[in-house]
């Protein structure tokens, strides 16, 4: 790109609007997967949908790679720049549109922080359910593109479950408006597939949302149990006999630890295995009765203690610890890769014994916190980036976890999404046909490659499928 | 100004805490900066990725590097929401630090900074004479008239021109060395308290300290002054002046060390009115390496540092005086950065207003109390636009308030609050913390409790 089209640029977006110096540029070099670096050529920050068209306009004329950018929480490298590219951040599209309290939706731009939405609502009694541990810090625009989920995801479902409406900007700069029908969705469900697709299919710019009313009742309950293996058999039971927390989250021994050292401790006991956080949610009667329930296995399992948060303080700062643990790591090691598995919740304990072997063979630190209603397990290895081999040890084990959970029946992802960093694996749970097919999809919404480029699925693949489109060799089409 | 010693690139910057950040991102809506621009290297996770790329020699500091550290704040905030323990105002301490021993400055700005930080902030003398003059320049109008007619610094002597106007010198005097416990008191014993009274407090918020002074007396302690405890060098470690720092975090370890002439035992506890302040002296010793000497004696003083609300908040609670001060309108109150932030004090400010019957006008909430309000220290002054932009949102909160009342308990809040008021035009009255309790606390204690001295003010 010449100086011509950066000023072309910079009138569109204004002068705060635009990041071009070699040393101002250098935060954008990654996301929260810190070990993926790659400096962007440019970061320009729209403040509308119009500029971020405008913005598109340009870059599609000059054929420029595209990396759009939330807030830079996604830990899978979905937000790492591109070798002369430029990367589209939302940071300043943060306003919220309309709320509308009798409906329950809220349009806003996509730059808006998730909490910031409980935050607009709360006083209505409503809130936005989606709520990852990233909160605090990441966009919804972000959360729509990796299909963000988050411990009370159990119950409400994951962010496609309350999108309604987004609008979008294509590759080349058009603007389209994608709306969900809230009766009965009518035609293809457009904005179903734009939800997970990770920047590749265009960038969201304004989001319509569903949200909840807040329960009459809550109750938090905090089990503690002297081993890991017992909370995850608790679970396992809960599921089993169909109980209905809104969320079961278990921790481990050392991530209690880290919280515990951490402006989020919470109380859980150091000396404890693991703990497991749970909560009910609904009308008086219901609640205790779940919670009944659930007590009885939790002393079935072997908990050595139960606590009940007795008030909304309490209740808070147990979560805050919980949604702390990642953070929190950072006193234990420099870095950290926060693996993201999903298995059958009956595989939960199983699971976890591989993780454990596989950290063990390859002389790793390893502390795991589960979303353990969705069977979605985050070992989260702990290491330094300045130590090659020990990076090396680190990248094998994720591979080595993300395999053993396709072998289980599980998934590559349980909310972060592919990315740079499964992009390997995506071969490995998928055929090669799936993800030709895949790559037409993609094709259509973006058919020169520009959006992300690189990024969730394998580059083979793709030059494979437009080889035999077009009668080319993958080779041919390289050059 | 000593010369500039050759620091490895490792050196530049606190290397080892930049370690400490595992780039999560739970900090940047905290932070004013990036609150303010959404921009990634204006956010506390994009200001330790820069340093540690300049450790780790990916980047060399230049003219990007240097205005990045000097738009933070040192506000904190992030530090109270990392959960990895980052500690933002420590690094910036040394990434300023060693930014001012290397870049090369214009001739004026080495010598204002001479002039302020060594010269002016740590001598008595100088400080009396300069709120003399501070107070012809805004009397005459020359200050209003630099401000708009200067051809250097104009900027600065807006900024000047926005204090609060120097009281004259009668009432600008220090306070007695020592004032007795007033009334009778529940606690078995009166205690003994050393009052910090600062550099600037005794010129531009006299009657702050003089209400200190009097709420802590009202409280059953006997209030003793420290003539040479002078300034605690809070600014020169923020603005990349540790060795000023350090030579100032020795004469003020000196003057409160207990010896016979002084009143200062071990166990005396030194009550600070200014939230900068007391944040700074209570972590006096990460100046000194801990191998070093002065880290110990270091150490000891800042077991003794006590905050003003910190001290008064439990004492209060013990002697539950009826404490009612009649308002016409809602009062709110806004959290300095280095007192929640510093020293994760938050309950006791409001434990003590609490403690007020307010009559009808109900206290009201400030909705980002905990954010900064742009003040911070010097930056008001080297940076006033951004200053001015960072308060911007909080002013709008205050409006939405309807507080006719806001309190603090820092001068450098207090006289930021003050110019922003005027410049938006709006009708709140900015107090300190303890000029409130003050208020109170004379309307309650009964007429004959008041010994002359009090009487005669
Ligand atoms: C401490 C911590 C805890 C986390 N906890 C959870 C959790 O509980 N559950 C969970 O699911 N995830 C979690 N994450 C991961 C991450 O926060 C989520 O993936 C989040 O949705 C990313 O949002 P972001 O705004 O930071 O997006 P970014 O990281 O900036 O981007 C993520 C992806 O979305 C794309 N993108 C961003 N904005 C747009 C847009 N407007 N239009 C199109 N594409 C866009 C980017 O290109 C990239 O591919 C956590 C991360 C951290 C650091
Ligand atoms: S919260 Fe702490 S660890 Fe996380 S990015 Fe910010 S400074 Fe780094
Ligand atoms: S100290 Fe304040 S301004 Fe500086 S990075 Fe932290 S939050 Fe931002």
């Known amino acids: 790109m010449n100086a011509k089209v950066h000023s072309e640029l910079r009138a569109i977006v204004g002068d705060r609007g635009i990041v071009d110096s070699p040393t101002r540029i250098v935060p954008y070099e990654s996301d929260g997967l810190a070990i993926l670096r790659q400096r962007p050529e440019l970061v320009l920050l729209p403040r509308t949908t119009e500029e971020t068209a405008a913005c598109m306009q340009v870059l599609h004329r000059e054929g420029v790679p595209i990396v759009p950018r939330g807030a830079g929480t996604g830990l899978a490298g979905g937000a790492t720049p591109v070798e002369g590219g430029v990367v589209i951040g939302l940071a300043r599209m943060r306003e919220v549109l309309e709320l509308n309290v009798e409906d329950r939706f809220a349009r806003v731009q996509a730059g808006l922080v998730n909490a910031s939405l409980t935050r607009a609502c709360e006083k209505h009694d409503l809130f936005y359910a989606p709520d990852p541990s990233s909160q605090r810090a990441c966009t919804l625009g972000g959360n729509i593109a990796a299909n963000s989920g988050g411990p009370h995801c159990f119950k409400y479902g994951n962010t496609t479950q309350h999108v309604l409406g987004l609008v979008i900007v294509t590759h080349d700069g058009e603007v389209l408006e994608l709306t969900e029908s809230d009766v009965e969705p009518l035609g293809y469900d457009l904005v179903g597939l734009f939800v997970g697709s990770e920047g590749t299919f265009g960038i969201a710019t304004e989001i319509k949302l569903r949200l909840v009313r807040r329960p009459p009742v809550v109750e938090t309950l905090l089990a503690i149990f002297t081993d890991l293996d017992s909370a995850c058999e608790t679970a396992t039971k809960m599921i089993a006999r169909r109980l209905e927390p809104s969320a079961i989250e278990i921790l481990d021994k050392l991530t209690i630890q880290a919280v515990e050292d951490s402006v989020f401790a919470a109380g859980y006991p150091r000396e404890a295995g693991a703990v497991l956080l749970t909560e009910v949610e609904g009308l008086e009667e219901e609640v205790s009765a779940t919670s009944e329930d659930i007590r009885a296995i939790f002393s079935e399992c072997g908990a050595i203690e139960v606590r009940t948060a007795r008030d909304d303080a309490e209740r808070l700062s147990l979560w805050a610890g919980r949604k702390g643990a990642f953070g929190a790591m950072g006193r234990v090691a420099p870095d950290l890769y926060v693996a993201d598995a999903c298995v059958p919740r009956t595989k939960l304990g199983a699971m976890v014994q591989q993780t454990v072997e596989i950290a063990k063979e390859l002389n790793l630190r390893l502390a795991t916190v589960f979303h353990a209603g969705d069977g979605n397990l985050h070992p989260n290895i702990c290491y330094d980036r300045r130590d090659q081999d020990e990076v090396r040890r680190v990248l094998e084990a994720g591979r080595r976890i993300l395999e053993s959970c396709v072998d289980a029946g599980g998934s590559l992802s349980g909310e972060h999404g592919v990315g740079l960093e499964k992009l390997e694996q995506m071969e490995y749970q998928f055929a090669a046909e799936d993800l030709a097919t895949m790559c037409l999809v993609r094709d259509v919404w973006d058919p020169d490659r520009r959006l992300n480029p690189g990024k969730l699925i394998p580059l083979r693949a793709c030059m494979e499928t437009r080889a035999a489109f077009i009668g080319k060799t993958p080779q041919d089409i390289a050059r | ?457």
């Open chain 2, 1 to 457: 100004m000593s010369p500039a010693k050759i620091r490895t690139s490792e050196e530049l910057v606190d290397y080892a805490a930049t370690l400490d950040c595992i780039h999560c991102g739970l900090c940047l809506e905290t932070c004013p900066t990036y609150q303010l621009t959404g921009v990634e290297t204006s956010s506390p996770r994009g200001r330790i990725h820069l340093m540690r790329a300049v450790a780790e020699n990916n980047l060399v500091p230049d003219d990007a590097y240097r205005d990045e550290m000097e738009f933070c704040l040192v506000c904190r905030h992030c530090e109270s929401v990392c959960p990895a323990g980052v500690r933002m105002g420590e690094m910036m301490s040394v990434a300023r630090d060693s930014m001012h021993e290397d870049a090369p400055r214009s001739l004026g700005v080495r010598l204002a900074r001479w002039l302020g930080f060594r010269v002016l902030l740590p001598n008595r003398a100088a400080l009396r004479i300069s709120g003399s003059l501070l107070r012809f320049a805004q009397k005459s109008g020359l200050l209003r008239w630099l401000a708009e007619h200067s051809p250097v610094a104009r900027e600065q002597f807006a900024a000047l021109a926005a204090l609060p106007t120097v009281a004259p010198a009668n009432l600008r005097r220090m306070l007695p060395a020592r004032s007795p416990a007033i009334g009778s008191h529940s606690s078995s014993q009166t205690s003994v308290v050393s009052m910090f009274e600062g550099c600037v407090m005794p010129e531009l918020y006299s009657q702050v300290n003089r209400a200190t002074e009097t709420v802590l007396t009202r409280l059953g302690a006997e209030v003793c002054t420290n003539p040479a405890a002078v300034c605690c060098g809070a600014l020169h470690a923020h603005n990349g002046d540790l060795a000023g720092a350090r030579s100032l975090a020795q004469k003020l370890i000196n003057a409160y060390e207990p010896r016979e002439s002084t009143e200062d035992s071990a166990s005396t506890p030194i009550v600070v009115n200014s939230a900068g302040c007391s944040a700074h002296m209570k972590e006096l010793a990460h100046l000194f390496d801990s191998a070093d000497p002065w880290h110990a004696r270091a150490e000891a003083l800042a077991k003794r540092i006590v905050d003003f609300s910190e001290y008064v908040a439990p004492r209060l609670a013990e002697e539950q005086p009826d404490l009612r001060l009649d308002l016409s309108a809602p009062i709110t109150w806004d959290n300095p950065c280095h007192l929640c932030h510093g020293q994760s004090i938050r309950e006791q400010p409001l434990d003590i207003l609490r403690s007020i019957d307010f009559g009808s006008n109900a206290f009201v909430e400030l909705e980002g109390s905990e954010s900064c309000c742009g003040s911070a220290g010097i930056y008001s002054a080297l940076r006033p636009q951004d200053s001015a932009d960072i308060l911007d949102p909080k002013l709008d909160a205050l409006k939405d308030s309807g507080a006719k009342l806001l309190i603090t308990s820092n001068p450098g809040c207090q006289m930021q609050w003050q110019s922003g008021i005027r410049r938006r035009g709006l009708d709140v009255e900015v107090k300190h913390l303890a000029e409130v309790l003050d208020d109170a606390l004379s309307r309650s204690v009964p007429e004959s409790e008041l010994d002359a001295n009090e009487r005669g003010e």
